[in-house]
């Protein structure tokens, strides 16, 4: 008997058993679905930060090409403006040679200005946009004080007076352009 009841006790443990290893396995199964699906929740979370980091660094970068650009052209827009009014106020110099600086230097300088600005203020906030109003406002003054001479020749022109007033301008124009990079390089870029 004792044998039997050995093999009863088994059986009974048994069955007992596996109600309890059926619950475990299926607690296991449930924990690790959980676990599964809270590393699935984070990992997305996680690259959806990263691509936006990454766009606002796609985003810098195309600022921070823009403003270098636009310094740049500012720079030889100034430098052709300058030639040509040098040139226009030069007695010595012809109508020709004159027509040759502007359109061969500062046209396309002027161009490649607008074209930066044009560029800078797409892609910068609306402090920005006002700086760059500005620098295109006193552009614009160099270039009338650039070409104004050019087709009329230094032929009674106070070249002094002309000088100190495009001088002038050109500060004007110089101190527009730092005050827009130094607000650029104060963002976060």
Do not use: C, H
Not at 15 to 33: D, V
Not at 64 to 91: F, H, I, K
């Amino acid at each position: 008997m004792t044998q039997k009841k050995d093999k009863v006790d088994d059986g009974a443990n048994g069955r007992r058993r596996q109600p309890s290893t059926t619950t475990a396995a299926l607690a296991g199964a449930l924990i690790g679905a959980l676990a599964g699906l809270t590393g699935s929740g984070l990992a997305y979370f996680e690259a959806k930060d990263t691509r936006r980091e990454e766009a606002q660094d796609r985003r810098s970068d195309i600022r921070r090409a823009a403003y270098v650009e636009l310094a740049g052209a500012a720079n030889t827009y100034v430098q052709q403006a300058t030639q040509l009014l040098t040139v226009s106020l030069d007695p010595a110099k012809s109508e020709q040679e004159r027509r040759r600086q502007f359109e061969n230097g500062y046209a396309p300088a002027n161009t490649d200005l607008a074209r930066a600005v044009t560029t800078a203020r797409l892609v910068a906030p609306p402090e920005g946009r006002k700086d760059l109003a500005a620098i295109d406002t006193r552009s614009a003054r160099v270039g009338e004080l650039a070409t104004g001479w050019y087709g009329k020749g230094p032929e009674g022109v106070d070249v002094a007076k002309a000088d100190a007033e495009f001088a002038e301008a050109v500060r004007a124009q110089q101190a527009a352009l730092q005050t827009f990079m130094d607000r650029a390089a104060d963002e976060s870029l």
